[in-house]
């Protein structure tokens, strides 16, 4: 019986230890400084995103790299984290250790990300973002034209006919070579005009 | 003797007219004002977003009535011709860039912008409202 709660006890030690651990070094992982400590990201993506407004702004609220490119909730965070191991290869192998290199990979990384961000309907967009929190009054004219029949949308309760990606592609790095026909010529990320907006075109 | 003093006094003061007109010439940042005295306060000017500018004459570059400061043209991309090419204007209500934009310099139609027009902002800009320094009489 003594033996039995003292095994318990220790269970319960280094399972505490063992998943504190785990989390710890997923948060670790989970920061700006821990993303530009390769050169990679620091040289290229890094000084791009601070010429954005995701970097400066009028209100001095940031976005860092995990804000976007990693879930926040648990599950999508582990399995984006296990599918990111691939970026520790490809890291060994000096696919992307330089700027023309960066570059010549750049719309691939681009499209899968797109990819990502459409499948979840743009969700790390929304940590932040919230249709229901957007004001078009306080936004530009042309902001505001453009997103009104999406926030009626999302205020309906109809399927949105489009995501936050689909128009905001390049907010926050350089838009690769080519991408314009590479979306069109991609079936997942080739935006279909609505029939409204057939409609207008017509007219 | 009389005569090299003369010679010497003229010759300084040429010198020293040329050296107090050379300060001046050289001036600092400030302009007149001293150092501890307080500076003119910096005005900060907006820019001007509209609907569209009128041209002021025939052939005028159209003026952009919009933030550009999220527009990049390099040698990898332009991020105007996301809404001003031939193949987007209409999807996004959009200006076209112009038919003449799009002819190589033996009148060949392309399908994509031009490269000798391709730097949009060297003709397109964007307005402040802000007095010009100088009067423009054009």
Known sequence: MNSKIKLLAIGIVIGVIGWGGFNWSLALTNTEEFCISCHEMEANVYKELQETVHWSNRTGVRATCPDCHVPKDWMHKVVRKIKASKELYHKMLGTIDTPEKFDEYRLTMAMSEWKRMKETDSRECRNCHNFASMN????EERSAERHEPHLWEVTDGKEPSRTCIDCHKGIAHTLPQGWEEAVDNDPLLKVELTKEEKEALAE | MRKSNLGTAIILSVLLSVFVTSAYAVGSLRGEYDLDKESKTFEKKKQIKNKGFDRNYTLQPPLIPHSIEKDKVTLKGNTCMKCH???NFQKEKAPKAGDSHYLDRDGKVLSKISSRRYFCMQCHVP????????????
């Open chain 1, 136 to 139: 078009l009054d306080k936004q």
């Open chain 2, 85 to 87: 090419s031939a193949k």
């Open chain 2, 127 to 138: 307005q402040l409202d802000a007095q010009p320094l100088v009067d423009n009489n054009f």
